[in-house]
């Protein structure tokens, strides 16, 4: 699904270059649910950015799905990536003014479906993350967590073959990430290929496999059982403990 072999990405200005990624390799599986952590400036963001087509990278090789990216000019990069991807960002990016149906129309008029088609992937996406009573309602009537899922219902009307997700739990309350991170699970175990950053190590834990990343390299590549994790028994771990245990894998 996604192929990144000896990647690399520099900033130069005409004083310093900064060496973001450098001999990055990574390789997501089609049906993946993979987590991405490491320090503050470890390369991160830049990763998930070059995922999504979003920046250019300096050198080696990005294949997604199979298609080779490099030297895509602007129109051929964006007509990939609302082809492919999906994006859920941590502060969710809703319109305040428009209601749920219209913030999960918008992205689908780009991509110039009729009103019969977007009229159905819009109450799908809603029905699927449980807010089909509450298309008419605005985001500042939802709490945040009802908030990401709109979020995350806007990324699956676009039927995205990998979904993108930045830090979608850090606005969140525990209970409401918990929920939030099972709603993901759900959506992998539909086909959904997800690749995630996180900061929290109970969430890392969740997925099937979890890529650290530190000065700009992957540093190592923890594999997790593919199956849900029971909500109950995650509960009576400390954090504490989630982060020991994240530790000792690595």
């Known amino acids: 699904m996604l192929k990144m072999q000896n990647l690399s990405k520099v900033?130069?200005?005409?004083?310093i270059e900064t060496h973001a990624l450098r001999g990055f390799d990574i390789h997501v599986k089609q049906g993946e649910f993979v987590t991405v952590t490491g320090p503050s400036g470890?390369?991160?963001?830049?990763?998930?950015?070059?995922?999504?087509?979003?920046?250019?990278?300096?050198?080696?090789?990005?294949?997604?799905?199979?298609?080779n990216v490099a030297g895509m000019n602007d129109?051929?990069?964006?007509?990939?990536?609302?082809?492919?991807?999906?994006?859920?960002?941590?502060g969710f990016n809703l319109i305040p003014d428009l209601n749920l149906f219209d913030n999960v129309d918008v992205p689908l008029r780009y991509r110039g479906f009729s009103a019969k088609e977007r009229k159905t992937r819009?109450?799908?996406?809603?029905?699927?993350?449980?807010?089909?009573?509450?298309?008419?309602?605005?985001?500042?009537?939802?709490?945040?967590?009802?908030?990401?899922?709109v979020?995350?219902?806007?990324?699956l009307a676009g039927t995205p073959r990998l979904l993108l997700a930045d830090e979608p739990t850090?606005?969140?309350?525990?209970?409401?990430?918990?929920?939030?991170m099972q709603l993901l699970?759900?959506?992998?175990?539909?086909?959904?290929?997800?690749?995630?950053?996180?900061?929290?190590?109970?969430?890392a834990l969740r997925s099937q496999r979890n890529v650290h990343i530190i000065d700009g390299q992957v540093s190592d590549l923890i594999r997790h059982t593919p199956s849900l994790v029971d909500e109950n028994a995650l509960a009576t771990l400390h954090p504490a403990n989630h982060a020991a245990n994240l530790a000792n894998a690595a």
């Open 122 to 149: 819009i109450e799908q996406a809603l029905s699927e993350v449980g807010l089909s009573s509450r298309m008419k309602h605005y985001p500042a009537e939802l709490s945040g967590g009802q908030q990401q899922r």
């Open 42 to 67: 470890s390369g991160k963001t830049t990763f998930l950015n070059i995922a999504g087509l979003l920046e250019e990278f300096s050198g080696g090789e990005y294949l997604l799905d199979g298609i």
């Open 170 to 180: 850090g606005n969140l309350d525990t209970q409401m990430a918990r929920s939030v």
């Open 185 to 203: 699970e759900e959506v992998n175990q539909r086909g959904t290929t997800i690749l995630m950053v996180t900061h929290d190590p109970e969430l």
């Open 75 to 90: 129109n051929a990069r964006s007509k990939l990536r609302n082809e492919k991807l999906g994006f859920i960002f941590q």
């Open 11 to 15: 900033y130069r200005t005409h004083l």
């Open 151 to 155: 979020a995350i219902a806007r990324a």
